[in-house]
């Protein structure tokens, strides 16, 4: 059911007449149905919500929504975006952190351009001291998408992170690799339908990992971030800390906007450090596919409403 839901979602999201309805409705207004998971289309709204959420307390990372890029030209626009972007969340004066993914920056198309790219963003990111993490897209990219992090890395590159995924069978070996380095980890238990040759399938082992890698990010990783809505490994990871004496500016909590937003108040008011992961823009579309594949229960009403306006 796990891996079957994962599957479904993934069919759906590459459904063109789902997508053209989707993203015509879906955020066409406050109430529509991905505004839940979706802080706008444009860099204004997401600022708003940026806002909202450091007025309660929460640190914050904005996604600006996008992957799959399929020519040099889309990865160059996608690049001069977040560098325009960057320009933006400076003046607004909320915090400077935000999320990418390297297939937005044409890794599909030129590896060399890519890295080119991800420079592009860096040397404007590491004047104005902003932090910058690599989501991890599925399982074709991990190792690419760790060379050129450390490729920046040893370029002196150091505000750097990157995501990791619980579900991957290798990535025990990635976490000890990233904790030599000293860089930053974001632990996500993996949001991609992945074969079982490189990934667990049953939840129950994606579990047991998160919490291994968890605890040896507690260890010895740098500040790592525990990126999970899950009650029970969240609590777990609270009494290892507290176990191990590990103080709560060590390490962060970070979930997703809109999701389990009780949870994140409830940390945030606990003394833990939580980050907001912040999407926007208009590729949201995907996204919101896996978002939705994590939890079925909403998917009925979801395309009754697609269905419905379209
Ligand atoms: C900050 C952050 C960054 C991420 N970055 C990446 C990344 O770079 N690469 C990647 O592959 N994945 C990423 N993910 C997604 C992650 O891999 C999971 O797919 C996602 O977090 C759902 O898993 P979970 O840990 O919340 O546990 P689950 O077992 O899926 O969920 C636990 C509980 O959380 C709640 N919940 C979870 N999802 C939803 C939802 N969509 N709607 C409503 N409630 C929900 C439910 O109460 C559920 O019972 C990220 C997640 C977070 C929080």
């Given amino acids: 059911m796990y ?3 994962k599957a479904f979602f993934y069919a759906l999201s590459r459904s063109a007449l789902l997508k053209r309805l989707a993203s015509r409705y ?14 706008g289309e444009i860099i204004e709204a997401a600022i708003e919500a940026s806002r909202r959420l450091q007025a309660q ?21 996608a690049t001069r975006e977040y560098v325009r972007l960057m320009d933006v969340i400076v003046a607004s004066g909320i915090e400077r952190n935000i999320s990418l993914k390297l297939t937005q920056l044409g890794i ?27 989501d991890m897209e599925n399982s074709p990219y991990t190792e690419r998408t760790l060379e050129i992090f450390e490729t920046l890395w040893e370029q002196e590159y150091r505000s750097i992170g990157v995501a990791l995924q619980a579900s991957l069978r290798r990535t025990e070996q990635d976490v000890r690799r990233m904790n030599e380095l000293g860089a930053r980890v974001r632990l996500v238990k993996g949001a991609y339908k992945e074969p079982a040759s490189v990934a667990y399938q049953r939840k129950d082992d994606v579990n047991a990992a998160f919490l291994r890698l968890a ?25 290892y800390a507290a176990e191990r004496r590990i103080a709560n500016d060590r390490f962060e909590f970070q979930l997703l906007y809109g999701i389990r937003r009780d949870l994140q108040a409830a940390l ?3 003394g833990y450090r ?37």
């Fill in 3 to 5: 891996a079957g839901s």
């Fill in 26 to 39: 879906g955020l066409a207004t406050s109430e529509s149905f991905a505004s839940r998971f979706i802080a």
């Fill in 57 to 77: 307390g929460f640190l914050i990372t904005l996604d600006h929504l996008g992957e799959g890029v399929k020519t040099l030209e889309a990865a160059a626009a």
């Fill in 108 to 134: 599909d198309v030129d590896l060399a351009t890519c890295i080119d790219n991800f420079r592009r963003i860096l040397e404007p990111a590491a004047r104005c001291d902003f932090f910058v993490r690599i």
């Fill in 215 to 239: 605890q040896q990010l507690l260890d010895h990783g740098t500040y790592p971030a525990i990126a999970t809505h899950d009650e029970q490994l969240i609590a777990d990871v609270r009494a």
């Fill in 268 to 270: 945030a008011a606990g």
């Fill in 274 to 310: 939580v980050r907001v992961y912040v999407p926007f823009g208009r590729e949201w579309f995907p996204y919101f596919m896996r978002r939705l594949g994590e939890r079925t229960a909403k998917v009925a009403f979801v395309l009754k409403a697609l269905f419905r306006e379209g």
